[in-house]
């Protein structure tokens, strides 16, 4: 079962709405911890070697794809461009 390791803070919303962030950190955390136990959920990545877990239809998780850690690479609102 591979860990998770964030790999960078994601600070906007926190600053904006500090509530609509807990609740949206809360939620990509139930997510990610599926992970552990299915590290292929999501679907293949738009870089090579990532996958995009959709989180809500407006914010997806980038991770690494098959590495140990999994490494969780961007939180993305989907308006933004990635990569």
């Known amino acids: 079962m591979p860990d998770l ?4 803070p994601a ?3 926190a ?5 609509a962030a807990i609740a949206l950190v809360d939620e990509i ?3 990610l911890a599926r992970l552990r136990d299915h590290p ?3 679907r293949p990545g738009r870089v090579p070697g990532t996958r995009e877990l959709i989180v809500r239809p407006s914010y997806l998780v980038a991770y690494s794809d098959g ?5 969780v ?3 993305l609102h989907s308006a933004r461009m990635w990569p």
């Open 40 to 42: 292929q959920s999501g």
């Open 29 to 31: 955390d139930r997510k």
């Open 67 to 71: 590495t140990d850690p999994i490494r």
């Open 73 to 75: 690479l961007r939180v």
């Open 5 to 8: 390791v964030w790999t960078a």
């Open 15 to 19: 600053a904006v709405n500090p509530a």
């Open 11 to 13: 600070d906007y919303i």
